[in-house]
């Protein structure tokens, strides 16, 4: 996961004058932003009118970011090249030293692929800032242009920053602790199925989530709040001509440290489900759970990390969020089996939600479990046969690697019980008591039979370079795994970012031992 929020950067040396500039796209409207001297956001109108979607792929060396807030803005540190980043030959040479030779990168959309962004909002209510902070300062920029932003989301921020100075609403002040609006996450779904296919991914709708300034709805300030959702929903709800926003909620959120949302949640206006179509299944993502910001991207990702799962396998998806990796395998590979861990509770809701889609004839048992996969991560290994793993920028957690890397000499501690309700009855392991409760269980089809096998593929979806590269050495260096393939994918075109996807083997031979039964051999 890569957060829009809060990004170092290093600025590559600026273009020599002389260097001509081929631009990838072949929407180009440099125009528009060569004739803005000033800084003042465009209106609404000539931003959904200018979508610039960039649907083709790159075709030359020097595919340009061409954004007016490059130099002030965070976000992005790399303004040329963006269909490859110097990321991939390092890469690609770390591959091919362990063997892969055929590793190959996806570009991906270039422009306009960012579908979730979490932005600040400061300044003044006549004035204010929604963005990110200005380089190297703690001062939020605002980023009307945006070229790594959906337009959508663009547009959407432009009619939040009309509504906060019409109605008089307060931006958060960090130092003092004031203000009413803190933070803003705009998430777009491309899933309209009442348009063709082609039309989907510009006219995409934004989910709104106002990070309030109170501690619920019931507090003084709720009226402003209620007055800023109405007037985003009368002016890009569906009773306007072109529609911006799919829904509003509002988050409560007093802490005074850098976390963006609070505990408490609220439903304000339209759906309440938000749906996408990734990985072949719909998926379903509340506001409060994870979800990638770069759609398209991870659709590809997705698509490619299927081919390495056989069908009928059992599946551990750790890192799960609200399943889609897991849920999309179970799917599209007709697993024997997914289970799904997570520690955010919140994913839990959007995991069900997302599980009722799926066909009912699966034949799958699918289950997701609220837990830290820190604590004892063997227990969540044994009965698969594949694992995937997904973890935050920092990587895995060292207790896991060392699950992964020992699998093979491990004696089989988890047999697992002959009946459910004797496992319940004999569990004492706090931790696994609480991820039970915390868990759901469904059963598409048939009961099967809970396997004690050990996973024989690892899958590992990565998006902290850095960290993969240390979490692989240990993998590799513990002789149970080899690396057997490996792709990059442009998650975030515009920085030295890259999200690996690289599948490991367990060596033939390296067989779990099994624990003695304590019986006496027969003699023969
Ligand atoms: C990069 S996201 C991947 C989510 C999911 N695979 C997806 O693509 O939608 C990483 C997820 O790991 C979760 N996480 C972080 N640390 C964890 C831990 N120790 N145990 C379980 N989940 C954890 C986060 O809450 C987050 O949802």
Redesign the pocket.
Known sequence: ?ASTFLSVSVRPPPRPPSLPLINCRTTTNSSHFASRTQREPPPLTSILQNPNPSPSPPSSLTCALECPHFQSCSGCTHEYNLHHPAIVDEATDFFKALGVSDFTFDSCRLWGWRCRAKLAVRGSSSEPLIGLYEEGTHNIINIPDCKAHHPRINAAVELLKQGIAELNVEPYDEDKGTGELRYVQMAVTTYDTSLPVSQRYQNGKVQVALVWNSRNENSPSSEKLNALANYLWRNGGPRRKINIIHSLWANFQTSTNNIIFGNRWRHLFGGGDFWEHIGGIDVSLAPS????ANTKA?DSLLRKLQKYVPYGASVV??????G??GLSLAATRKCRSVKC????KE?KLSFGKTVERLPVNLDCSISWHQ????IEPLSWLVGSEVVVV???RKGL?PSLVDALRTISSVELNYRLPESPSLKAKDEKRPWILRAKEASMQYKLGPTKEESDSLPQTLIY?S?GWQSFKEDCASLLSGKTWHLDKAHGFNFFPGTQSIEILAVFKRHRGASVKKKKSGKKKRPS
């Open positions: 996961m759970s994870f979800g990638q991870f998806d750790l890192y799960a969020g609200a889609v990796i861990v997570e520690v955010n994913s837990a830290d996969t820190s997904d973890p935050p957690e979806v998006c």
